[in-house]
């Protein structure tokens, strides 16, 4: 069953008010759209990560209902803070596995290629793109978080003007300033 966006929009605010039993039915409802985001997230890691789908999906979800503080806007603004989440654990978890390895030597690779997306071609070294955003996010959080949503978190440019409360041009604008940004960062390093 698919559920519409209001009616996930309705149950997060529910849930957020202090129904806990509004959760417990928003929970299968979501749990898809999660899974969706989990493998996107895992394509674009490298070959034989040992973090899975299902694991990433109840970490971030654990995460999520344990955040009390946050007051949901709509289903968007779950999908998007669900997204930074699941950036959060796998940057967590390539940290451990470089602190492991004592350095390592990872693959830098440019946005564009991790964008193409190939399942034979190089992957990103997480760590990277995450401080190439961190720092971005020091002069621009906007671009920085138009990036993670859209790059990490697969959503639309409509969703992201949404979440955002800005136009959808401006998002547009945005992700291709921030794209060349991270592009030129990025080959740099």
């Not at 997230?41 to 971030?60: I, K």
């Not at 979800?61 to 344990?66: A, G, M, P, Q």
């Not at 020091?138 to 671009?143: E, G, L």
Request: hydrophobic residues 45%; positive net charge; aromatic residues 6%.
């Amino acid at each position: 069953m698919i559920s519409s966006s209001h009616e996930v929009t309705m149950l997060l605010r529910a849930w957020g008010s202090g129904d806990e039993t509004a959760l417990a039915r928003l929970a299968p409802l979501v749990e898809a759209e999660l899974h969706k985001l989990a493998g996107t997230y895992l394509r674009r890691e490298r070959p034989g990560h040992t973090l899975q789908t299902t694991a990433l999906v109840n970490e971030a979800y654990l995460r999520l209902i344990d955040d009390s503080a946050v007051q949901w806007q709509n289903r968007a603004h779950f999908y998007g803070i669900a997204a930074r989440l699941m950036r959060r654990i796998l940057v967590d978890h390539a940290r451990r596995r470089r602190k492991l390895k004592r350095g390592g030597n990872p693959l830098r690779v440019s946005l564009a290629e991790v964008e193409k997306n190939l399942p034979d071609g190089p992957r990103a070294d997480i760590i990277a793109l995450d401080e190439a955003l961190s720092s971005l996010s020091q002069f621009d959080a906007r671009k920085s978080q138009i990036v993670e949503l859209k790059f990490f978190g697969g959503m639309q440019e409509e969703a992201i003007a949404e979440v955002l409360k800005i136009s959808l041009r401006t998002v547009q604008r945005e992700w291709n300033l921030a794209r060349a940004w991270l592009y030129k960062e990025l080959a740099i390093s």
